[in-house]
């Protein structure tokens, strides 16, 4: 009888633990999924910046080639 109810004790622990541990992986593939949509995002924003930034660089070049042509201008 001892030797019966150690072993059910013992399928019931292991199913448990199972279970926790199933119950785990399930939300760190939750967290994961998350982590990487937040990721995505950060991603699209340095790309947006790195556009803006761009943009700026061909106003400032175009921008100082004016200065440069009025500097050569006579007065």
């Known amino acids: 009888m001892i030797p019966e109810l150690i072993g059910a004790l013992g399928l019931v622990l292991a199913a448990v633990i199972t279970g926790l541990f199933h119950r785990m992986r399930r939300e760190n593939t939750d967290a994961h999924g998350r982590a990487i949509a937040r990721l995505d995002d950060i991603a699209d924003t340095v790309h947006d910046i790195d556009d803006q930034l761009d943009e700026i660089t061909d106003w400032q070049d175009k921008h100082q080639e004016l200065h ?8």
């Open 68 to 75: 440069d042509r009025s500097a050569r201008t006579p007065r």
